[in-house]
């Protein structure tokens, strides 16, 4: 079965860090890409970051370009995406998915709450 779980979420203040995780298990975790996606109370989700199976391939929205990094470590089956600089607008539930080439994003599981204050 596949599984990804969202960790490390918090409450930090505006100009404040947090480092997500994303544990894999379920398949072969260096085929797929992972992507990270977020959603606020009444607003749509959006897509925020993805990391390519291939090195080096990364994909961030405008609104966190330069503030967002995604990374992954394919051995020990995690994604990670380190936020610096948080604004009260990157407050939302955070999850993460994986695709292979030519599929879609459908692995959705439980996202963890990242809430910034002014």
């Known amino acids: 079965e596949v599984q990804l779980q969202a960790s ?8 404040g860090s947090l480092r ?6 379920g398949f072969i975790f260096s085929d797929y890409a992972i ?10 989700r959006e897509g925020v970051s993805c990391i390519s199976s291939i090195p080096g391939s990364t994909y961030y929205t405008d609104s966190v370009k330069g503030r967002f990094t995604v990374s992954r470590d394919n051995a ?3 994604v990670f995406l380190q936020m610096d600089n948080l604004k009260p607008e990157d407050t939302a ?3 993460c998915n994986a695709r292979t080439t030519g599929s879609s994003f459908q692995y959705w599981g439980q996202g963890t709450q990242v809430t910034v204050s002014s």
């Open 35 to 44: 992507g990270w996606f977020r959603q606020a109370p009444g607003k749509e």
């Open 20 to 25: 997500l995780s994303c544990a894999a298990s």
């Open 76 to 78: 020990k089956n995690t």
């Open 8 to 15: 490390g979420g918090g409450l930090v203040q505006s100009g």
């Open 93 to 95: 539930v955070y999850y």
